[in-house]
C-alpha cells in the first residue's frame, strides 16, 4: 500500500505541484482513507521526502545506465534529454520551487544530490568530452558544472521568465543548446549539430 500512495503522490505533486495536492486528495484518487495514509506517511512533508529520495534513486539510475551505454559525452547528453522528455512535458515548472519555498527539508535532498554526485558527474563528463577535441580545454570545468546545474534550475523558477511561452521540455532544452555552443570546439559542433538535426 505505501508504494501505490507513493505512486499516486508523485503522480500528482509532479502533474499539479506539491502545494495544491492535498492529502484528502491523494486518497480520494487512491479510493481509500486519509487515514490509511497517515499509517505509513505521519505528514505531508514526510510524504514529500520520500518522492524526491525516489527521484534521486532513480536520477543515479539513469546518470550510470547512460555511463554505460553511451562513450561518447555529446551522445550521451542528447539522449538524456531524450530519457527527461515525457517527465518534462508532465511536470508542472513551479514543482521545483515550491519545494524549495514549503518543504525546505526535502529540498536539501535535491542540493546535497546536485552537489554530491551531479556536480562530479558534470566535470568528468567536461574533461573526457575536453579529451577528445569536442570541448574547450581553457574553461574550468568546476565552474562550467556550477554554471549547469544554475541553467537547469533557472528554469524551474517561475520568477526567471515569468512570459515564457515555451514547455519546460523546450526551455531546457534552449538553455542546454546555448550552454553547450560555448563550449564546443569546431569538431565537436559538427557532431553536436548532427545529433541535434536528429533530435527534431
Not at 534513486?57 to 539513469?62: G, I, M, Y
Not at 555529446?74 to 514549503?102: C, W
Request: proline share 2%; net charge neutral.
Amino acid at each position: 500500500m505505501k508504494s501505490r500512495i507513493l505512486e499516486k503522490g508523485t503522480e500528482l505533486f509532479f502533474r499539479y505541484g506539491v502545494k495544491t495536492v492535498t492529502m484528502d486528495a491523494i486518497a480520494s484518487e487512491l479510493g481509500i482513507s486519509k487515514k490509511t495514509i497517515y499509517q505509513h506517511f505521519p505528514d505531508k512533508d514526510s510524504m514529500v521526502c520520500e518522492v524526491v529520495k525516489s527521484f534521486i534513486e532513480q536520477d543515479a539510475a539513469k546518470w550510470e545506465e547512460l555511463d554505460r551505454l553511451y562513450a561518447n559525452v555529446i551522445e550521451k547528453m542528447f539522449k538524456s534529454f531524450e530519457m527527461v522528455k515525457d517527465m518534462l512535458a508532465q511536470m508542472n515548472p513551479r514543482l521545483l520551487f515550491e519545494i524549495q519555498k514549503y518543504f525546505p527539508t526535502a529540498f536539501q535532498l535535491f542540493k546535497n544530490h546536485g552537489e554530491n554526485y551531479i556536480h562530479g558527474n558534470l566535470i568528468a563528463d567536461f574533461k573526457k568530452g575536453a579529451q577528445f577535441g569536442y570541448f574547450r580545454n581553457d574553461i574550468d570545468f568546476e565552474l562550467l558544472a556550477r554554471l549547469r546545474m544554475a541553467e537547469v534550475d533557472l528554469a524551474f523558477n517561475p520568477d526567471f521568465y515569468p512570459n515564457n511561452k515555451l514547455s519546460l521540455y523546450e526551455t531546457q532544452l534552449t538553455l542546454m543548446d546555448i550552454f553547450m555552443r560555448g563550449i564546443l570546439t569546431e569538431k565537436g559542433l559538427t557532431l553536436y549539430t548532427s545529433y541535434q538535426n536528429n533530435l527534431k
